[in-house]
């Protein structure tokens, strides 16, 4: 079996990370695998190399090239698949779809048949749109997803079989985050001391659209009833001031809550410096690869009934899910700070959960098993 992975993309985000984990533990499995990205240069291709994944290079995967790019493109990558005897082009986001499904179109020979397939990372249904169901109908043989109920939607939408779907939980490194290692205590450098509960308030990029309103409205109530509480807020973004600065002046919260900036080299300290954390609406990767960084490092995660969050965490077993208001979150954060039995028993049932369910062997085993029913039919 030979596959080649599509990615639309050149940056390192969530959906960029699951692709070239899966890429690995695939190659891992004995199954020939090949990864194409865009042409930019960027953190996708130099963590991939770290990673021993060389991808290869296409101008038209870049969604800003022009049109002129994508159809050379489109040549150049039938002709890979041909030459290399693909069987497989798995595809990850709207454009390397479009691409992919018409370069394995125009690769087949004779009765030779390559399978598309198409991951939803985002855990909602896909936009429908005539264009989209021409090219579900004439380019895809598969589909991927992380969210049962997205998936449902999707296969009516797409009027797809059975045997073309698999739906995976999202896997993380349970490895990586691991609460039985040994970090730094960032809580030095901040000047916090053991003493603090520490919350990780939505740890993603500062967006408009991700509640930090709700948030520090929360904050400021549960810090009346609890003040040893402090917030880290992990990520970056334009909107920074807006967005955080200025409501954090304006509730008195100087002093209470930090604003780390994107974290990189120390991400997992800061993870592990947390006694629980707060997220509550979906980005860009719909499958919340934070919760599930926090859940595998024992942390229990306060969330709201929004997209898969709702999925990822058990109610009452790995946190709290709540209707998403500021008197509801406070009421959150107050009963975990002040109990720290049921803090525990959260955290050690998440890190199980985390190491059952977003577990990447398991995944792994879907994806080839998608693979083989399609290669099959």
């Avoid at 069987?87 to 394995?104: F, N």
């Avoid at 969210?147 to 449902?152: E, F, G, K, L, Y």
């Avoid at 304006?250 to 300290?269: K, P």
């Avoid at 629980?276 to 860009?284: E, Q, R």
């Amino acid at each position: 079996m030979h596959v080649l992975h599509l990615m639309a993309e050149y940056r390192w985000t969530g959906p960029v990370e699951a692709v070239v984990n899966m890429v690995v533990a695939l190659r891992a499995r004995g199954i020939r695998v090949d990864l194409a990205c865009a042409a930019k240069p960027g953190s996708l291709v130099e963590r991939a190399v770290l990673r021993g994944v060389n991808p290869k290079i296409y101008a038209g995967l870049n969604r800003r090239q022009l049109m002129v790019s994508a159809v050379r493109s489109v040549r150049e990558m039938a002709d890979y698949i041909r030459d290399q005897k693909i069987d497989i082009v798995h595809t990850h986001l709207p454009h390397d779809h479009i691409l992919g499904g018409l370069a394995a179109r125009r690769s087949q020979q004779g009765d030779r048949i390559v399978r598309v397939i198409r991951t939803n990372h985002k855990a909602v249904s896909l936009h429908v749109s005539p264009v989209s169901r021409w090219v579900w109908k004439h380019l895809t043989d598969g589909y991927l997803g992380f969210d049962p109920s997205s998936a449902q939607i999707d296969a009516a939408s797409f009027a797809l079989a059975k045997d073309q779907i698999a739906v995976v939980s999202p896997a993380v490194d349970s490895g990586r985050f691991d609460p039985r290692k040994k970090y730094r205590n960032i809580r030095n450098n901040l000047g916090w001391s053991d003493s603090h509960l520490v919350v990780g308030g939505i740890i993603a990029r500062l967006q408009r659209h991700r509640r930090f309103e709700v948030l520090f409205e929360a904050l400021a109530q549960a810090c009346a009833e609890v003040p040893e509480l402090r917030f880290l807020v992990i990520g970056a973004g334009t909107h920074t001031t807006a967005v955080a600065r200025q409501p954090i002046d304006r509730l008195g919260l100087n002093g209470r809550v930090m604003l780390t900036g994107a974290r990189q080299a120390d991400y997992v300290d800061h993870l592990a410096g947390l006694d629980f954390s707060v997220f509550l609406v979906p980005g860009s990767d719909g499958t919340c690869r934070a919760v599930r960084e926090m859940m595998a490092m024992g942390r229990p995660v306060i969330t709201a009934r929004r997209g898969i969050l709702n999925h990822l965490v058990p109610h009452g077993r790995c946190g709290l899910v709540i209707d998403d208001t500021p008197k509801n979150l406070a009421e959150a954060i107050v009963l975990l700070a002040t109990d720290h039995e049921n803090r525990r028993q959260l955290g050690e049932q998440a890190r199980r959960h985390a190491e059952q369910t977003f577990n990447l062997a398991r995944q792994v085993d879907a994806v080839i098993d998608l693979y083989n029913r399609l290669l099959a039919d």
